[in-house]
């Protein structure tokens, strides 16, 4: 039951309990008590709305950045990450294989703000080595949902 | 001026489902539970295959029973999914959707003043493709005591010494009824001992939500009384590719072949290229799909049981038949007030045969949050006959 759950309030965390038991014909009470099991496990570590600020009046500004940092005595990349992942403009931080160490997503309000942010506290960090910036200027599709225009039903209204 | 039409052809009726439709397009905002294809798009690495055959400039005939390659997949895939063994030169060919088939397979079969029995409610072309092949269309009204099911007794009941061929609508369009192994072989028997032939409709054969499909074929002794039909429409969601297939014994096959090469000569090209990726890699997205449709069937079930609306637990195709009969309406009154006062477009049962009175074809090939706003709205039109 858990993987189905999951399969579904992943695409849709809005759905009621009593609505997702219906659709696993499962009991209401028993997906309550999946989910809470999950919650306090950390599987389940929080519900998002998922937003195409481009829609909006708001201005948002998003940066990757790729971090290069030499992880010292005593201090693994978990340490280095946690220093990074405190700040609460950064939305995402990954360890990465290959020729970078961490992609960290940032968002910010102005470009401005994004560069003061690299200068003054990521190459700051002692561990840090280097870091690119990439600015993000289109969201195409996130989260496995495209993010532009609806798709439209093109079907004849009644077919045999 | 002579008369310039032919008499059989001007005798058959346009499907009722036309008649509705012209009402539906003249209604502005109207949501529709009245589709019989998915709502998913071809998945893209199929539509991909396509492509990739035009710009390769494959636009050419095939060979009118379809590519070797392309029947050599359909082969292994019906070894694979139903157990049976068909030789991919002789007995399998390529159609136009498996409306084509359907056509031909009658033609080749059918001498004037044969009896087809059809059980109904189901697919509209069973009885016009009938007529126009010189056959006797006989119905057998199926009843939703039995979940919609063909029992040995209701065939039994229809069989004359002009009885030659059976069709086989499962699982059924507009019931969303199966047959299982047993059904199966209760019937078997009687095909055998009357010596009748099967027409096996198995367009929606991948979509089952108890059990995998059972294709009468794998019973023992009916694969040489069989003329399977199936497609890649409902399955892969390509009901615009205009592609199906038969597998059939030779003797009747090859004739089939002679109907095809004159009338069609070959499938669309493009489509059988796509049709080939589509059976070699598309088996996850034909569980993705399936997933989906079942997360619908079951919210709907529950859904009309709450209203009051009868419903007997449908386990294939994409749709559902609630009854109505307690609302004391035709199933042509129930639609037609149903889509005047909430807009919702909803297909009678009567569209599939006179069976189907009393009860709706509603077609859960939507998104959960289109039938939730369907529903709502049905929900109101429901309490307002019942006076709440």
Same mark, same amino acid.
């Not at chain 2, 294809?37 to 005939?61: N, V």
């Given at each position: 039951?858990?993987?189905?759950?999951?399969?579904?309030?992943? !695409?849709?965390?809005?759905?009621?309990?009593?609505?997702?038991?219906?659709?696993?014909?499962?009991?209401?009470?028993?997906?309550?008590?999946?989910?809470?099991?999950?919650?306090?496990?950390?599987?389940?570590?929080?519900?998002?709305?998922?937003?195409?600020?481009?829609?909006?009046?708001?201005?948002? /500004?998003?940066?990757?950045?790729? /971090? !290069?940092?030499?992880?010292?005595?005593?201090?693994?990349?978990?340490?280095?990450?946690?220093?990074?992942?405190?700040?609460?403009?950064?939305?995402? /931080?990954?360890?990465?294989?290959?020729?970078?160490?961490?992609? /960290?997503?940032?968002?910010? !309000?102005?470009?401005?703000?994004?560069?003061?942010?690299?200068?003054? !506290?990521?190459?700051?960090?002692?561990?840090?080595?280097?870091?690119?910036?990439?600015?993000?200027?289109?969201?195409?599709?996130?989260?496995?949902?495209?993010?532009?225009?609806?798709?439209?039903?093109?079907?004849?209204?009644?077919?045999? | 001026?002579?008369?310039?039409?032919?008499?059989?052809?001007?005798? $058959?009726?346009?499907?009722?489902?036309? +008649?509705?439709?012209?009402?539906?397009?003249?209604?502005?905002?109207?949501?529709?539970?009245?589709?019989?294809?998915?709502?998913?798009?071809?998945?893209?690495?199929?539509?991909?295959?396509?492509?990739?055959?035009?710009?390769?400039?494959?636009?050419?005939?095939?060979?009118?029973?379809?590519?070797?390659?392309? +029947?050599?997949?359909?082969?292994?895939?019906?070894?694979?999914?139903?157990?049976?063994?068909?030789?991919?030169?002789?007995?399998?060919?390529?159609?136009?959707?498996?409306?084509?088939?359907?056509?031909?397979?009658?033609?080749?079969?059918?001498?004037?003043?044969?009896?087809v029995l059809i059980p109904q409610p189901s697919y509209v072309s069973y009885v016009?493709?009938?007529?126009?092949?010189?056959?006797?269309?006989?119905?057998?009204?199926?009843?939703? &005591?039995?979940?919609?099911?063909?029992?040995?007794?209701?065939?039994?009941?229809?069989?004359?010494?002009?009885? &030659?061929?059976?069709?086989?609508?499962?699982?059924?369009?507009?019931?969303? #009824?199966?047959?299982?192994?047993?059904?199966?072989?209760? $019937?078997?028997?009687?095909?055998?001992?009357?010596?009748?032939?099967?027409?096996?409709?198995?367009?929606?054969?991948?979509?089952?939500?108890?059990?995998?499909?059972?294709? $009468? #074929?794998?019973?023992?002794?009916?694969?040489?009384?069989?003329?399977?039909?199936?497609?890649?429409? &409902?399955?892969? #969601?390509?009901?615009g590719w205009r592609l199906g297939y038969a597998?059939?014994?030779?003797?009747?096959?090859?004739?089939?072949?002679?109907?095809?090469?004159?009338?069609?000569?070959?499938?669309?090209?493009?489509?059988?290229?796509?049709?080939?990726?589509?059976?070699?890699?598309?088996?996850?997205? $034909? #569980?993705?799909?399936?997933?989906?449709?079942?997360?619908?069937?079951?919210?709907?079930?529950?859904?009309?049981?709450?209203?009051?609306?009868?419903?007997?637990?449908?386990?294939?195709?994409?749709?559902?038949?609630?009854?109505? &009969?307690?609302?004391?309406?035709?199933?042509?009154?129930?639609?037609?007030?149903?889509?005047?006062?909430?807009?919702?477009?909803?297909?009678?049962?009567?569209?599939?045969?006179?069976?189907?009175?009393?009860?709706?074809?509603?077609?859960?090939?939507?998104?959960?949050?289109?039938?939730? +706003?369907?529903?709502?709205?049905?929900?109101?039109?429901?309490? +307002?006959?019942?006076?709440?």
């Open positions: 039951m858990r993987e189905r759950i999951l399969a579904v309030i992943e !695409k849709n965390s809005k759905i009621s309990v009593r609505e997702l038991a219906d659709l696993l014909g499962e009991k209401e009470a028993a997906v309550a008590a999946e989910i809470a099991e999950m919650e306090s496990g950390h599987i389940i570590c929080g519900y998002h709305t998922l937003i195409n600020w481009d829609n909006t009046d708001e201005e948002k /500004v998003i940066a990757l950045i790729e /971090v !290069k940092v030499t992880p010292q005595r005593e201090m693994g990349f978990d340490k280095i990450a946690e220093r990074i992942y405190q700040y609460s403009e950064v939305k995402a /931080v990954y360890l990465m294989s290959g020729g970078y160490d961490f992609t /960290v997503m940032l968002e910010a !309000k102005t470009m401005r703000a994004v560069a003061q942010f690299v200068a003054e !506290k990521l190459s700051t960090i002692d561990s840090v080595l280097s870091t690119a910036t990439h600015f993000v200027l289109k969201k195409y599709k996130d989260h496995g949902t495209v993010l532009c225009e609806g798709p439209q039903d093109e079907r004849m209204l009644i077919v045999p | 001026m002579r008369n310039p039409l032919s008499d059989t052809i001007v005798k $058959i009726q346009p499907s009722g489902i036309r +008649k509705f439709f012209d009402v539906v397009s003249e209604m502005k905002g109207a949501i529709s539970l009245g589709v019989g294809e998915p709502d998913f798009d071809t998945p893209w690495h199929i539509r991909e295959e396509g492509i990739y055959s035009l710009e390769k400039g494959r636009t050419f005939y095939t060979s009118n029973a379809g590519l070797k390659e392309l +029947k050599i997949e359909i082969c292994s895939y019906l070894k694979r999914r139903m157990d049976l063994e068909y030789d991919c030169n002789s007995e399998v060919m390529v159609t136009v959707g498996g409306s084509e088939a359907i056509d031909i397979a009658l033609r080749a079969m059918l001498n004037p003043g044969d009896e016009p493709c009938t007529l126009l092949a010189g056959g006797t269309p006989v119905i057998i009204e199926l009843e939703e &005591k039995d979940e919609f099911r063909l029992t040995k007794e209701k065939l039994l009941e229809k069989i004359t010494p002009r009885t &030659k061929v059976l069709i086989l609508p499962f699982p059924n369009n507009p019931t969303g #009824a199966v047959m299982e192994k047993a059904d199966l072989e209760a $019937i078997a028997e009687v095909i055998e001992e009357k010596d009748l032939f099967v027409l096996s409709d198995e367009i929606y054969a991948e979509l089952t939500y108890k059990g995998e499909h059972v294709s $009468i #074929a794998s019973i023992p002794g009916m694969k040489e009384r069989t003329v399977l039909i199936n497609g890649f429409s &409902k399955a892969y #969601a390509m009901t597998a059939a014994p030779a003797v009747i096959l090859k004739q089939m072949l002679k109907i095809h090469q004159y009338a069609i000569m070959c499938a669309p090209t493009t489509s059988q290229y796509a049709a080939i990726e589509a059976l070699r890699n598309g088996d996850e997205d $034909i #569980a993705r799909m399936k997933e989906a449709y079942d997360e619908r069937r079951i919210y709907l079930l529950g859904a009309f049981r709450e209203l009051g609306m009868d419903c007997f637990e449908p386990y294939g195709a994409f749709y559902m038949f609630p009854c109505i &009969k307690r609302f004391g309406m035709t199933s042509d009154e129930f639609a037609n007030r149903l889509l005047r006062e909430e807009k919702i477009a909803i297909v009678p049962g009567t569209a599939f045969g006179d069976s189907g009175e009393g009860y709706l074809r509603v077609s859960y090939a939507y998104s959960l949050e289109d039938l939730k +706003k369907a529903i709502g709205r049905i929900r109101r039109f429901v309490e +307002k006959l019942d006076g709440k």
